[in-house]
Every structure is written in C-alpha cells, then in structure tokens.
C-alpha cells in the first residue's frame, strides 16, 4: 500500500472508533447547576411586558416581574402581590391591600405609589384593560399599603384582566412607570425571584436570584403560590433554528427548550434523556373582513364555515394529536367557567360540495378571494395552505398571500388587505377580550347582538350568570353570525433534560422552582 | 499611490449616496412599521399609529432621509428601535463574531484551497487531481447551510468534540474562541473554498504552460522552487480577486451560517433588523457593509501591484 493510502487508512479508522465511540453517549451538560439555559426560539421586540403581547417577552419578564393577582393551576384569581381583596357591594370597585416588606430589586420597598403608577400605566397601554375595566378606571392609592380600583361599571372580568399573562400588568416603581418613553421602559426594576443583568442582543438574556425576594408562603400551583429562585443565573439563549435547538438539548448546551418546534415533537417524546411538556397555547382561528371582503354575508361565512375540515387543518398544521384538540367553543377547554361545545354540529363539517352550492346560493359568483397569512409562522402557514385547497374545492377563486410578521400586521390593518386571514389567538381570561370580537379588530364588523351580550356579561351579578350569556352568544356566533371559524387549540412545548427537576409549564415555561442536577 | 488612495476615497461618497438612498427607499416603501413588530399582532390600528408617530414615522419621507443624512454625517446613526441602543455601538457589538468567522473562512480557503488547487494543477490528470476537482464541484454544488448542519450533527452532537453553536469572544481564550468558529468556519468557507481551488488550479495550470516556467525548469531548479517562487505568484492574481470579493460576502452573506450556529453577528442583524423594520439599523448596517466592501476592493486593487509589478495603478490625469 502507498504511503498516503496508509494514511488514509488509519485516519479513517481512528474517526470512525472515535464516531461509534461517542454514538448514544447521554447528554452531559456543559455548564454548572448553578446555572440554567433556557432555549428561546425568538429574540423578544421589547422587555416591556406592559407594552406588547409578543410571547418570548412573556416567558422571560414574567421571572422579573410580578402583579397583583394572577392564576393558580386550576385558573383561578388568586392575590400574588396583594395579601386581600374586596370587592365592593356594587361591584364597581376592588380594594387590594397590599404586601408589606416586599421589595424592588432596586432595594425600594413596594408601596401604593408604585401600584398605582404601573397599574395606570397598564391601563393607558393594554386594549384588554380597557376593554374589561372600562376607560375610564382608576386606580388610587388608600394608604401606603392599600390600591382601589374604581370602575364607572361593573366587571365579572376585572380580576380576570387583571391576572392576564399577556401584556400583563406588571408592578415596577413609581418613577420607572411615570417617567416612561411612549416607546417602552429601558430600565427593568421588579419584584419578581429573578433580575434582569444583562440583555445581550441576537444572544442571551441573563436573570440572576434576587436575593432579597419576598415569596409567598402558599404551595406553588400554576403561577401562584410560593415562588423559589433555586438555580442563581438563568440564561435564555437566543436560539431561532430548530435543528440548532434540538441539538442543544441532547449536548447539553441547553437545558429547556421553552417553545420545541413542532416537527421535534415526536422524537423529543420518544426520546429517554427528555421530559416533554405541554401547555395550551391558543387557537387557529380564520379571520372574516366583513367590513369590506367578499363573505360580507352570514350565510356566505356560514358556507365557508359548513365546508371547513378542522381535523385536516390542525393534523397538518401540527403534525401530532397531542399536541392540538379540535373544539368548537371560542374559549379554552381549560377554562371550565367559560368553555362551552354548544353549536358544534356546525364544526369541522367538511362538506365543500353543499358548502359550494349554499355560497352560489348566498351571491358568490366567483369574486377573487385573497387568504392571509404570515409564513414567520408555520402553523399559521400551514393551516392556510389547508384552507386554501378547501375553499378552492368549495369553488372559491382564493389567492394565498404570505409575508413576514411586520408585512402581515401591515396588511392585516388595510381595511381591503384580505378577505380571510389566519390568526394565532392566544389564552384570554373572558371571552370579552377575543381581538377578534372586539372593536379594536379593524375589519371586524361587531354585531349588536354580541355587542349587547358582551355588556351584560361583564354586568352580570356573578361568573354562573355570565356563562350562560355567553353560552347563547357563542351559539348565536357559531350558527348565524360565524365572524371567524374556529380550526382548533394548540399546545406549546416545552421539552427539558432528564436532569432539570420541578420544571413545569403553564401558557410558557415556568423558570422559578427548578433546579438542575442528579437528585 | 497616495492620491489614488485619496481619489478611491473620495469616490466612496456618491457610490454610498446611492447604496442608502435605495435602501432608505426599499425598507420605508415596504409594508409594515417597527411598532406593529413591538406592540405584537394583537395591538390596535390606533395603538400602532401612535408608537408609529412616537417613533418619527409620520413625518414625511424627505424629511426623514434628510434628518438622517444630517445627523450620519456627524457620525450618529441613530438608535435602535428594538435594541435600546446606539446603531454605532451596536454595529460594532456585532462585527467581532462576523468578523471572526469570515478570518476562518478565508484561512480555510486560503490555508487548505490554494494548497489543494496547487497540488492538482502540479499532477493534473491523476487520481488525485480528479479527487480534488470531484471534491471541490462538490464543495461548490453543497449549500452552506446544509454542510452547517451535517457539521453539527457530526461533530457536535455525534462526536461532541466541538460546540453546537454560540461564540465566545477571543478574550475567553484563543482556543475556546476557535472551537466555536471551526464548524461554522468551514460551513461558511467550504463554498469558496472549493471554488478557490478549481481557480487556483486553473491559474496555476495555466502559468505552468508559460515559457519562463520552461526556462526555469531547464535551469535545473526543484519543482517546489518553480511553483512556489514562479509559477505561483504570476497564478494569484485570478485568485486574489475571488478572495477579495469573498470576503466582502463572507461578512455580509454569513446570516444563515450565523443562525444554525447561533453566532450573534452582522448577518443576524440585518436580517433581524429587516424582519422587524428596525429602519436605523438597516440603513446603518447597510453603510457599514458598503464601506467595507470598498475598503476591501481598494485592497485587493492595492495588493495587484504587489504581487505583480508590472500592475500599475492609474497614474493622476
């Protein structure tokens, strides 16, 4: 043999024992249990939570901050920052007595100016505040330990809203809330079991214990109850290429991936070295401009409606049934107060041939359809590719129109930009707050009907009352007035290594009372 | 040389001009603004036309290319909507690990293609040079980001002897700065690489086939002599050219080869900063990679005359 064929040779064989060598090997994490790293798979717009409904910035703020009231496992209203609440015979005003010796990462203890500065704040900032509280709420302070608010209505919703963990209320001191730039916070001062450290941009977010942090002494459930910073540095590492995730995780580089991408489902479940968990995330819904579209009838959106097949949308969208449920009801299966199936024999019917006769029937005669979507993401992208084939096979002359997130918001704004668009509508805590029956929803044509029922829900004397207003008005919205078609729930994922421990999820990952190592 | 310096500087003005004004034009046309990207898709029409007008966005399109322009002049590129900092220190935060990565892609393309494609002109027609021209057509056909993410599927999570992705700054140590730029080095470099070699090749074959190289040959010298010494610098011109432009798309093309390994450089963001229609940096960065690249051909056209002397730069008129 040559001299460099020998060569060839023997290098060959060394990589290949090295290869067979290092096949199977568990993944060994590459840093201390002091430390977590947390995969995001987008790079927050803003850390100012009170400011935006973007989810990466959710998952990490809601470790630096914290608010009044929040949601247990079971999603019910429970103080957090508060220590009572009382609700006024009337209804129309809550007086939250406060904490004491509670304290900002600044060191400042927490009073009622704060409250009051970053609850104002919130309401001038969030639609859903308004929306439910009413806007002309306010909060005063009544001593230095004591918020009321005051709204000109009653709202079954109030705490609801206020507990939210989109766009949530968060409590920051005074000066920071007061002296804000219309274009957010710069400065992240909480009270929560973490602190901000440093923000490195297309990199990492690093949180560190706040050692001064007073924890509720209540056992943890969901996102209330007692919250332990049990691993000192938390880093959430910029992480956007799927692949790049996954491998990761099974090096050890990260120790949670916070949202796993679909397609890694099923090997991450079946994988041994990962604990997979989920959380309901929000529906696929299909947006009407009934303003201005073609389907500016009901009986059109309820042909539509007739020839839709959620199972095909949602099984194509997310690959695996864990990871979705086909439901008719507008609100969320885990919301029992509020989730209702009536009207679902008008659900994932997917009869496109009567579906295309009731819509000649109703006046369709072929006008350009135009389906919106946003391709940054692809289960909203591949739902419309679905709805799409369908509606063609109703015998709508549909064009699909894709673009990136600030293209879609742009056209999704123009009152003559699509006449269906997809939507991921996540979790809201009363079905008041659905963007897609509100107001703020511009090509959105709000029914007196649902105009009327939404008052008298948040009116109502108590939570029994309300549902069964809105038991009628989902059936009404289903059967007759059909503003959007429902495709289904999703669920987020969120997958850990085998060595992470008291890692649970509920609308995101929950860093607080995890910890790392072999127990 | 002095006044060509001078005269390839001053001509960088209009070619800038021009560059931004496109790219002022493309990015402010397109559809979308910064505040729906931050508020999220749920914001209201009248919450986006506020942040809109909050951020400058409705004064009118002049006005805004004039008020830039004012203030680029006097070295302020603005501040980033999204990243809460200064465009300038931005940029600068992100060109070491861009930087970085287009030096070991060019080391590899230097270190091992201009090697390869000697070895295979000097035995043209062998085993090993069809070897190499197999390989490099190989090398050209692959995409980076298919060759990024069978380089870290292999060596970083099957073999483990190198990161899956992230980077460290040099000063964290020179080797734990070169393990994180290895994979996405070679991902990034393995393209141009390939297309070096078959260049270098067919340049050094080319000057092989020269008389002088007869006459050196004849002399008696060691073929390491007649390559290295003759043929070798008379073949670089061809090759210096592809280097140059090499590493003007290095740097500025490195954006998928930035995401799989997660290497926050000037690729992530622009890209980024496209995605979110976060106007300064756009307009910043794209300045930022125009003057390199003129800085780059200036160079290149600098060091033709080093190489061969009888290159002359164009003499003042």
Known sequence: MIRWQRWVATSAAIVLAVALSGCGALAARTHSDQELHVALGAQPTTLDEQMTTAEPTKYVMRNVFETLVTTDADNKVVPMLASAITESADRTSYRFDLRRGVHFHNGAEMTSADVVASMTRWLKLSPAAKSVLGKDATFVADGPYAVVLKMKAPAVGALGVMATHKQFPAIMPAAIAQNAAPTGVTSFIGTGPYKLVEWKKDASIHLTKFDGYSARSEAPSGFAGRRDALIRDVYFDIVTDPSTQLAGLQTGKYDILASASYDTYDWLKNGKDFTVTSYNDGDVVFAFNIKNGVFDTPQKRQAVQLGVNSSDIMNVAFADKDVYDLKAGYMSVDQPDWYTNDGADTYNQGDTARAGKMLREAGYHGEPVTLLTVNDDPFQYKSAVVLQQQLKEMGVNVTLRTGDWATYSALSLDPKGYDITTAGITTVSDPTQLSYLGDSWPVYAQSPVVADAFTKIQRSADLKDARDIWVNTQKYLREDYVPVIMAGEFKGVSAANKDVHGFTTKDGPIIWNTTLGDH | ?317
Do not use: C
């Not at chain 2, 951020?55 to 008020?67: E, I, N, R």
């Not at chain 2, 287009?102 to 230097?110: C, H, N, R, T």
């Not at chain 2, 292999?154 to 040099?170: K, Q």
């Open chain 2, 1 to 317: 040389m002095p006044a060509y310096i001078l005269r390839r500087f001053a001509a960088l003005i209009p070619v800038l001009l021009t560059v931004f004004t496109a790219v002022f034009l493309v990015v402010h046309l397109a559809p979308g603004s910064p505040a729906s990207v931050i508020l999220g898709q749920e914001a209201t029409p009248q919450q986006i036309t506020q942040l809109n007008s909050d951020l400058g966005l409705d004064q009118p399109l002049w006005q805004q290319y004039a008020t830039w322009i004012g203030h680029a002049v006097t070295g302020d590129l603005g501040q980033s909507y999204f990243l809460d900092a200064p465009v300038l220190s931005t940029i600068v935060d992100h060109v070491p690990p861009t930087l970085s990565l287009a030096l070991i892609a060019e080391i590899i393309g230097i270190g091992v293609a201009i090697p390869l494609g000697i070895i295979a002109a000097t035995r043209r027609g062998s085993l090993l040079d069809r070897v190499i021209l197999n390989g490099s057509l190989v090398g050209i056909s692959v995409p980076s980001f298919l060759l990024a993410l069978f380089l870290l599927l292999v060596f970083g999570v099957w073999l483990r002897v190198l990161p899956v992705g992230g980077y460290e700054p040099l000063s964290s140590g020179f080797f734990t700065w070169l393990s994180y730029l290895i994979l996405p080095g070679i991902a990034l470099g393995g393209m141009q690489a390939a297309l070096i070699t078959r260049m270098a090749r067919s340049s050094v074959l080319e000057v092989l086939g020269q008389e002088y190289i007869k006459v050196a040959k004849a002399k008696g010298l060691r073929t390491r002599v007649v390559v290295l010494k003759h043929a070798l610098r008379n073949a670089f011109l061809p090759v210096l050219t592809i280097l140059g432009q090499g590493l003007g798309s290095l740097i500025t093309g490195a954006v998928v080869t930035e995401t799989i390994f997660t290497i926050p450089g000037i690729g992530t963001l622009v890209v980024n900063s496209v995605l979110h229609r976060d106007f300064p940096v756009v307009q910043g960065t794209v300045l930022f990679t125009t003057v390199i690249f003129v800085l780059v051909n200036l160079i290149v056209d600098l060091l033709y005359g080093v190489f061969d002397p009888r290159v002359k730069l164009p003499s003042k008129r």
